[in-house]
């Protein structure tokens, strides 16, 4: 125990406690020992970060690092352990860091699709399963939850977070950073979480990606601030600063978001570590008068760890000695790093967590296939199913599968999956063979991909459309058109997919329509002429199976989508929790705040989806329809499958402050319940509200209740109708931390 730290401080007497071993360390480290534990070294590009200067990076001995990114693998991080455990003065180990998104080499949904399956508990168990893949190879730490709220589907990082509600979001949050951790500390598969990027990434003008937020006090508070609270609040280990400034200041360099707001107002004590070289591009962003100044900026601001930009390495020492950094702060950010390699236990065995035994027991097992599978039901949205069209039966003379999608394992598995192996991963069309009677044929043409200028030997397609019993059209988007810097102002059908999709109408064939891809598109007249229409994102490992399994009617479809599908790209940002305006869109007349040429309502608002069944809705009963700001309020619906199959149905709350102080959302969600009904089954469902739901920011941000009327409206998306209405009789004010809106997840 702790053999190799008793080596290098010889003389000194092991301190007894843990707080007293991380004190001792320090007093040991030199000023230069202890800025290499706040950088960060970068073993391999990431697939879309700026790549720094490789040469450099090569010279650079590993004794200089505290932390590295994108290694893994019991080999590849013994190997690097071993070079800075035996060969630096204090033997301090590294800490592996890689950003196990949505899964690790078992592919999960990526996340704005797992959204839709609005589980929380369905989302801890896939990074737990991705934890326990991750850390039994070599992982220590990962650069996720992504909880950036995106109200914008033109920014190509719509795909790695949950959506655009702040409710959902929160919810999902919390969800992923028990599940990364799992059991907790001393437990090897206990994995570092990190929620990222701190804050209004998702703001981005115009969705392109590291452009600059302009988002208001209380947008930021009640809108992107939330889920961030919420990780915090669930024990997150790390923050990552976005790339982009917010009203004229880099996250970055932000001292009253990173300092103000995390660490004094939230006692955030974790770490925050920059994103892949974003200190440097302080000078891109043109506030930094040159290196030092970076180092100075980030470091002041709040930001403990270097992501590889080197800035920390060569420049901090010489500030502190300047007295332009204190060197208390310099020892409170290196404490950080040293107590989560104390929480992982790698001061006492720097090697537990690169275990080949470990590693080839617990990757890739079928009990996490299996919950990829169960995941990537879960996530599917079914948005359109002309006369019951779906599902199909799996006996048909034939069926003709189009598209260049359906064989692409590398969307399949989408685009943040750096240790999965596209090859491993079942496509829609091997799904779709798979689940058919042995007597149905399986007509497969590519037809069109979605790069393709020109679709294929249209007149192939054609013929084998008119020969087909249903045509399958696997259509969407490549892995590489979501994801970083993969913003698109086109939110079409991309590629010569179009026309392929006009040809097979043409012929009069039944044509069901399988979405793939990473953000809402927008969907054209062509598309929604098709007769059915299921989403179905990037699903991962075992996305055909899944495919299938709702396609062939194994399994009812129950996602419902956590963004709005905007009808054109015009009326980006459209959102449910909208404000109503003083000439709402839906008033009459000439002057409201709509298009003249466009509906100013979506194509599928937040929240919607159908189900292979159907379900009806009780009106709300209250348990109060007067109420004190103290008092809570049980409001209970009675959801009934009155269709011919069971079913599971997302029963949504929506509330809305009637009139107050500021002006509101016309709804906001405020719980969700996931429901399984067999055919006539009804069941009573009860949400509790209380002042946290009720509360809002006054005019000087302080949360308060103000007395007056809610409507509260339950039903199946952001839509519904079905309300009631109650009264909160007394104005208070709350007391509560942190300042944005509290959002405590699902009920
Ligand atoms: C991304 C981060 C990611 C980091 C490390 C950056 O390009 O913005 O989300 O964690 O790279 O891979």
Redesign the pocket.
């Known amino acids: 125990m702790l053999f190799y730290l008793a080596l290098s401080i010889s003389g000194s007497a092991l301190p007894a406690n843990e707080h007293d071993f991380i004190e001792g360390l320090l007093q040991h480290m030199t000023l230069e020992e202890k800025v290499d534990q706040l950088n960060q070294l970068g073993v391999q590009d990431?697939p879309?970060?700026p790549v720094i200067d490789q040469g450099e990076l090569a010279q650079l001995p590993m004794s200089t690092v505290g932390s590295v990114?994108?290694a893994y693998g019991f080999e590849q991080t013994r190997r690097l352990q071993e070079q800075v455990v035996m060969r630096s003065r204090l033997h301090i180990p590294l800490l592996f860091a890689f950003?196990v998104i949505h899964g690790f080499r078992t592919v999960f949904p990526v996340p704005l699709a797992e959204a839709a399956a609005w589980d929380p508990a369905l989302a801890q168990r896939t990074a737990r399963a991705a934890a326990v893949e991750a850390t039994a190879s070599g992982v220590h730490w990962t650069?996720a939850p992504?909880v950036d709220i995106a109200r914008d589907p033109r920014w190509g990082r719509v795909v790695e977070g949950s959506g655009e509600d702040p409710f959902l979001g929160a919810a999902l949050a919390s969800a992923k950073v028990q599940g990364f951790h799992g059991a907790g500390p001393p437990d090897p598969s206990f994995m570092l979480a990190t929620a990222?990027?701190f804050v209004t990434y998702g703001a981005a003008e115009g969705g392109r990606d590291y452009n600059v937020a302009d988002v208001s006090e209380r947008t930021l508070r009640e809108v992107y601030l939330p889920p961030f609270q919420a990780a915090v609040a669930a024990g997150v280990d790390g923050i990552?600063p976005s790339?982009n400034e917010l009203a004229g200041v880099p996250l970055h360099s932000n001292t009253a978001l990173l300092t103000g707001v995390l660490r004094n107002q939230w006692r955030f004590g974790g770490l925050i570590v920059s994103?892949?070289n974003a200190i440097w591009e302080l000078s891109q962003h043109g506030i930094a008068r040159g290196p030092a100044d970076r180092a100075r900026l980030a470091f002041n601001a709040g930001v403990d760890i270097d992501?590889a930009s080197q800035t920390y390495r060569q420049h901090l020492p010489a500030l502190v000695r300047n007295g332009e950094v204190p060197l208390t702060a310099v020892d409170d950010a290196v404490r950080r790093v040293l107590q989560a390699k104390q929480r992982l236990g790698l001061f006492e065995d720097p090697y537990r967590y690169s275990d080949e035994a470990r590693q080839r027991a617990n990757v890739l097992t079928p009990q996490h296939r299996a919950l990829a599978r169960e995941a990537a039901q879960k996530s599917i949205v079914l948005l359109k199913n002309t006369d019951a069209l779906l599902p199909l039966p799996k006996h048909l003379r034939n069926v003709l599968v189009v598209g260049s999608l359906a064989t692409d394992a590398e969307a399949t598995i989408g685009p943040w999956a750096l240790a999965g192996h596209p090859e491993e991963s079942i496509t829609v069309l091997q799904g779709i063979r798979r689940a058919v009677a042995a007597d149905t044929e399986v007509v497969y043409l590519p037809g069109a991909s979605p790069v393709s200028k020109e679709a294929e030997n249209l007149n192939t397609v054609r013929q084998a459309a008119r020969l087909a019993e249903v045509v399958v059209a696997v259509l969407g988007e490549q892995a590489d058109q979501s994801g970083?810097a993969r913003s698109r102002a086109d939110l079409g059908l991309p590629g010569a997919q179009e026309a392929l999709l006009r040809a097979l109408l043409d012929t009069g064939k039944p044509v069901v329509i399988l979405l793939m891809n990473g953000r809402p598109l927008v969907l054209s007249p062509t598309v929604r002429q098709a007769p059915a229409l299921l989403e179905t994102w990037f699903l991962g490992s075992e996305m055909g199976n899944a495919v299938a399994d709702i396609l062939f009617g194994d399994v009812n479809p129950s996602g419902k989508l956590p963004i709005t599908f905007p009808r054109s790209e015009g009326q980006i940002p459209l959102y449910y929790a909208h404000k109503n305006t003083g000439r709402p869109p839906s008033g009459d007349g000439r002057y409201a705040s709509a298009y003249i040429d466009e509906h100013w309502t979506p194509l599928y608002p937040f929240g919607f989806g159908l189900s292979y069944t159907s379900f009806s809705y009780s009106t709300p009963r209250l348990s109060a329809q007067r109420l004190a700001s103290t008092q809570s309020l049980d409001v209970t619906v009675t959801v009934t499958n009155t269709g011919a199959r069971s079913g599971e149905e997302i029963v949504q709350l929506y509330l809305r402050d009637d009139v107050a102080s500021v002006t509101r959302p016309v709804r906001q969600l405020r719980g969700f319940r996931k429901v399984h009904l067999a055919p006539g089954e009804a069941r009573d469902l009860t949400f509790t509200l209380d002042q946290g739901d009720f509360a809002l920011l006054d005019s000087d941000f302080s949360p308060v209740v103000e007395a007056g009327t809610f409507t509260v409206f339950v039903g199946a998306d952001s839509t519904t109708e079905n309300h009631a209405r109650f009264e909160v009789t007394d104005s208070r004010a709350l007391s509560i931390s942190g300042q944005s809106v509290p959002s405590q997840g699902s009920n």
Do not use: N, V
Request: net charge negative.
């Open positions: 990431t879309t970060g990114l994108g950003d650069f992504m990222k990027h990552m790339f994103d892949f992501m970083e």
